[in-house]
């Protein structure tokens, strides 16, 4: 089911170990739930430790993205909505996950949050993915 991200020609700025300044997560598959455990660097940051607001997107957004890649549903995003909880520290143990949430015809529709270690909810996003290639979303508790 997986393809391969650690291809060289992956030079995805979330994902990549290939992008000099990216981000390289580094997600597993837990069942219906896509996992990332990333401690933002201090280059990372906006202001006063805190993670940059556009940063914290761009990790709601490759969860979800990685998600979809994963399960061969090839999307772009088109839409996003993220409601910012709490300041997503620098230099801390995150917990990034995503999840699908329902498919019409092209339109996927995606969940994502971003926990601190206290098992708070710092950010969660909502999005919606466009499929730009074939597949659709797994029925819950198909195999994959
Ligand atoms: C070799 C190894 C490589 C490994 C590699 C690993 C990578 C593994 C991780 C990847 C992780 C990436 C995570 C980041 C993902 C990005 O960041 S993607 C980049 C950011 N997004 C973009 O650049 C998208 C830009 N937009 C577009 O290209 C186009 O608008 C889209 C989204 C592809 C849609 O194009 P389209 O299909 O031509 O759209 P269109 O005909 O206008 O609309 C189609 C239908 O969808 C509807 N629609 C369009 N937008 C919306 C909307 N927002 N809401 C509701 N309906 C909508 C339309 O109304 C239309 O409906 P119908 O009329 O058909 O009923």
Redesign the pocket.
């Known amino acids: 089911m997986t393809?391969?991200?650690k291809?060289e020609?992956?030079i995805?700025f979330?994902?990549?170990p290939n992008n000099p300044i990216g981000l390289k997560m580094e997600f597993e598959d837990d069942g219906d739930v896509c996992r990332a455990y990333y401690t933002a660097r201090p280059e990372h940051m906006g202001w006063n430790d805190v993670v940059h607001g556009g940063l914290v997107a761009?990790m709601l957004?490759?969860a979800?993205?990685?998600w979809?890649?994963?399960r061969n549903l090839i999307?772009?995003?088109?839409?996003m909505t993220i409601r910012y909880s709490k300041p997503v520290p620098v230099g801390v143990r995150l917990t990034v996950e995503s999840s699908g949430v329902s498919q019409k015809?092209?339109?996927i529709e995606m969940t994502a949050r971003i926990i601190l270690p206290d098992g708070s909810l710092a950010a969660r996003a909502r999005a919606?993915?466009?499929?730009?290639g074939p597949g659709n979303l797994p029925e819950k508790g198909d195999a994959e």
């Open positions: 393809k391969p991200l291809d020609t992956n995805c979330g994902c990549s761009t957004d490759e979800m993205g990685r979809l890649w994963v999307t772009m995003t088109a839409e015809g092209k339109l919606k993915f466009l499929k730009v």
